[in-house]
Nanobody, 121 residues
Framework: QVQLVESGGGLVQAEGSLRLSCVAS????????MGWYRQAPGKQRELVAV???????NYADSVKGRFTISRDNAKNTVYLQMNNLKPEDTAVYYC???????????????WGKGTLVTVSS
């Protein structure tokens, strides 16, 4: 099995910064895409940012220019640097990874349990 564990969430004032981290562990052969989604109260889960194995990135329009996604393949870790945070960024942030497990020929989606980010005005 594969586990994703997020860290780095918390309470921050508007215009502040936070960095989220997510470490993947378990029976991993390779990781294709890794990324972050978020879900605010009463809203659907939405893509924040994703990065693939070629380091190509994709961002939600609402975070472009403020958030930066990166990954450390040697550590099976993905990061999300969040700057100039706004109250509307308040949400539970979920780590995502498409993982090819050992002895499998295809990738499977895995999710972390989420970390809460609260931005006060």
């Amino acid at each position: 099995q594969v586990q994703l564990v997020e860290s780095g969430g918390g309470l921050v004032q508007a215009e502040g910064s936070l960095r989220l981290s997510c470490v993947a562990s378990g029976s991993i052969f390779s990781i294709n895409a890794m990324g972050w989604y978020r879900q605010a109260p009463g809203k659907q889960r939405e893509l924040v940012a994703v990065i693939n194995s070629s380091d190509d990135t994709n961002y939600a329009d609402s975070v472009k220019g403020r958030f930066t996604i990166s990954r450390d393949n040697a550590k099976n870790t993905v990061y999300l640097q969040m700057n100039n945070l706004k109250p509307e960024d308040t949400a539970v942030y979920y780590c995502y990874a498409k993982v090819r497990r050992v002895s499998f020929s295809y990738g499977t989606d895995f999710w972390g349990k989420g970390t809460l980010v609260t931005v006060s005005s």
